[in-house]
């Protein structure tokens, strides 16, 4: 039987087949790049997204963000927290990041994580109102967000790849 947990779960992990999708052509150096009038690059959205997942996974589990993916200070193989931070501004600097191949094991570990806790998390806390920055909400609708936030954010990465040149990822 399909629980709400198991749902959530299978919800978020296919975060990590969509983002590995439109990945395809990038590499350490085309992945910071920024294409004129987007927002952010890549390296930047893989960052924020895995943050972001650790972030509410900690609401769920109680484990803080791992010191293995992140810092408070540039660090090597690390995002520095707040270059990926809401509102923070990319840079297009290859050294500012993990490289690409490292900042997606850091991705894949957000959302491993984020849907272990989702699997995890008894009935009694499915509903229970969590605040997220200045929302309050149940802790099933901060999952069923994050899924809508990777998705935002991986279609970022699906426009930048149009506006670089990049070839569809449907041809």
Same mark, same amino acid.
């Given at each position: 039987?399909l629980t709400?947990?198991?749902?959530?779960?299978?919800?978020?992990?296919?975060?990590?087949v969509?983002?590995s999708?439109y990945?395809v052509?990038?590499?350490?150096?085309?992945?910071?790049?920024?294409?004129?009038n987007?927002?952010?690059?890549?390296?930047?959205?893989?960052?924020?997204?895995?943050?972001?997942?650790?972030?509410?996974?900690e609401?769920?589990d109680?484990?803080?963000?791992?010191?293995? !993916?992140?810092?408070?200070?540039?660090?090597k193989?690390?995002?520095?927290?707040?270059?990926?931070?809401?509102?923070?501004?990319?840079?297009? !600097?290859?050294?500012?990041?993990?490289?690409l191949?490292?900042?997606?094991?850091?991705y894949n570990?957000?959302?491993?994580?984020?849907?272990?806790?989702?699997?995890?998390?008894?009935?009694s806390?499915?509903?229970?109102?969590?605040?997220?920055?200045t929302?309050?909400?149940?802790?099933?609708?901060?999952?069923?967000?994050?899924?809508?936030?990777?998705?935002?954010?991986?279609g970022?990465?699906?426009?930048?790849?149009?506006?670089?040149?990049?070839?569809?990822?449907?041809?």
């Open positions: 039987m709400p947990q198991a749902l959530l779960a299978d919800t978020i992990e296919l975060s990590k969509n983002l999708r990945l052509g990038f590499d350490d150096a085309s992945s910071t790049r920024q294409a004129a987007l927002p952010n690059h890549i390296r930047w959205n893989i960052g924020h997204l895995a943050l972001t997942m650790h972030r509410v996974a609401k769920v109680g484990k803080p963000i791992p010191d293995s !993916d992140f810092a408070s200070t540039p660090a193989g690390k995002f520095n927290t707040e270059s990926v931070s809401f509102g923070s501004k990319p840079a297009d !600097d290859e050294l500012s990041y993990p490289p191949e490292r900042c997606v094991e850091i570990a957000a959302v491993d994580r984020l849907a272990a806790a989702a699997r995890a998390l008894p009935d806390r499915l509903t229970e109102m969590v605040p997220w920055p929302l309050q909400m149940p802790m099933h609708q901060l999952i069923v967000r994050m899924a809508y936030h990777n998705g935002f954010h991986i970022q990465i699906a426009d930048m790849r149009r506006a670089l040149g990049f070839k569809s990822i449907f041809a």
